[in-house]
């Protein structure tokens, strides 16, 4: 859908002041492109009205008009824009309030459970990773789904964010957050191995991407996903358990958490290690599957004698 030259005009101030911020902020590339679209449409919505006069109900009434073609996921993406939006305005000074706060996000969405790969299933997977630079791409495979790397996270990682000596990597992440994440000594010895032997030669001296393609340039976070949706095209293919999984970078990282919180991690240290700023957000990776509710089941101990 493409917008007015009158709508980006008329709010030329604050589509310029959301863009920096998001900048500022450390979103994605894809984050960005996705979030302006949606504060674009919801720009329009408001027919020339001022930004910093719209209230809860213009909010209301743009998610209201998304519904008839938009599922619950897209109502609180597009939601989370128009905060976003309105927080960078308020930092630059060209709000006072937000009134997409005051707006609730769908329960049904929020209370969808993430989708992952088993443990064996995760396994599996790294059986299908194949082509020319296969090292290189199991390597980034392990990062999301053995360590939950975002792949955000993944594609900007430099040479000097690999502390070999001391066994860790430095993920500059969401919020533009830095978090030191130890690495398996397997992972470790791997990731020292395709750097030290299988590493791309970069196009330019000053390359110092972690991940290089064979343009010798930075590996994009749509190469990288590209790389994820051939692995897993064939995975499905002979493995008719996920065949009707949506799975995708953010899902290895799904099941690195779960995989975390099954193993009995404290859920605290698993917040630390995905990066998360709200304990609640780990919470949703806690799945309780059907062999343990009967394994707890089958754990009371119920009187009979007593009852006679």
Same mark, same amino acid.
């Given at each position: 859908?493409?917008y007015?030259?009158?709508?980006?005009?008329?709010?030329?101030?604050?589509?310029?002041?959301?863009?920096l911020?998001?900048?500022?902020?450390?979103?994605?590339?894809?984050?960005?492109?996705e979030?302006?679209?949606?504060?674009?449409?919801?720009?329009?919505?408001?027919?020339?009205?001022p930004v910093?006069?719209?209230?809860?109900?213009?909010?209301? #009434?743009?998610?209201?008009?998304? $519904? &008839?073609?938009?599922?619950? +996921?897209? @109502?609180?993406?597009?939601l989370? %824009?128009?905060?976003?939006?309105?927080?960078?305005?308020?930092?630059?000074?060209?709000?006072?309030?937000?009134?997409?706060?005051?707006?609730?996000?769908?329960?049904?969405?929020?209370?969808?459970k993430?989708?992952?790969?088993?443990?064996d299933?995760?396994?599996?997977?790294?059986?299908?990773?194949?082509?020319?630079?296969?090292n290189?791409?199991?390597?980034i495979?392990l990062?999301?789904?053995?360590c939950?790397?975002?792949?955000?996270?993944?594609?900007?990682l430099?040479?000097l964010?690999?502390?070999?000596?001391?066994?860790?990597?430095?993920?500059?992440?969401k919020?533009?957050?830095?978090?030191?994440?130890p690495?398996?000594?397997?992972?470790?010895?791997?990731l020292?191995?395709?750097?030290?032997e299988?590493?791309?030669?970069?196009?330019?001296?000053?390359? #110092?991407?972690?991940?290089?393609? $064979? &343009?010798?340039?930075r590996? +994009?976070? @749509?190469q990288?996903?590209?790389? %994820?949706?051939?692995?897993?095209?064939?995975?499905?293919?002979?493995n008719?358990?996920?065949?009707?999984?949506?799975?995708?970078?953010?899902?290895?990282r799904h099941?690195?958490?779960?995989?975390?919180?099954?193993?009995?991690h404290?859920?605290?240290?698993?917040?630390?290690?995905?990066g998360?700023s709200?304990?609640e957000?780990?919470?949703?990776?806690?799945?309780?599957?059907?062999?343990?509710?009967?394994?707890?089941?089958?754990?009371?101990?119920?009187?009979?004698?007593a009852?006679?």
């Open positions: 859908m493409k007015s030259d009158e709508i980006k005009a008329r709010y030329a101030e604050q589509i310029r002041a959301f863009s911020w998001m900048k500022h902020s450390g979103y994605t590339e894809a984050t960005q492109k979030y302006s679209r949606e504060v674009l449409s919801f720009l329009q919505s408001l027919e020339g009205s910093e006069e719209a209230g809860k109900i213009d909010v209301i #009434n743009f998610l209201v008009s998304k $519904q &008839k073609t938009a599922g619950e +996921s897209t @109502r609180n993406r597009s989370s %824009a128009i905060r976003s939006f309105y927080s960078s305005l308020i930092d630059f000074e060209l709000a006072t309030k937000n009134p997409a706060l005051e707006v609730k996000k769908s329960k049904t969405e929020k209370n969808k993430p989708v992952y790969l088993e443990e299933e995760l396994v599996q997977s790294l059986e299908y990773i194949n082509g020319r630079y296969r290189r791409n199991i390597a495979f990062l999301m789904g053995y939950g790397l975002r792949v955000g996270e993944v594609h900007r430099n040479l964010n690999f502390k070999k000596a001391k066994g860790t990597i430095e993920v500059f992440g919020g533009r957050k830095w978090n030191e994440i690495l398996p000594d397997m992972l470790k010895d791997y020292s191995r395709v750097l030290e299988e590493r791309l030669t970069p196009y330019s001296q000053k390359e #110092n991407a972690f991940f290089v393609s $064979q &343009k010798g340039r590996l +994009s976070i @749509r990288i996903q590209k790389i %994820a949706n051939q692995t897993f095209s064939a995975f499905k293919e002979k008719p358990k996920v065949t009707d999984m949506n799975l995708s970078c953010h899902k290895l099941s690195f958490a779960t995989m975390m919180l099954k193993k009995g404290d859920i605290r240290i698993v917040k630390e290690l995905m998360h709200s304990i957000t780990t919470a949703l990776y806690t799945h309780v599957n059907d062999e343990q509710k009967k394994s707890a089941m089958a754990s009371v101990n119920i009187p009979m004698e009852i006679g």
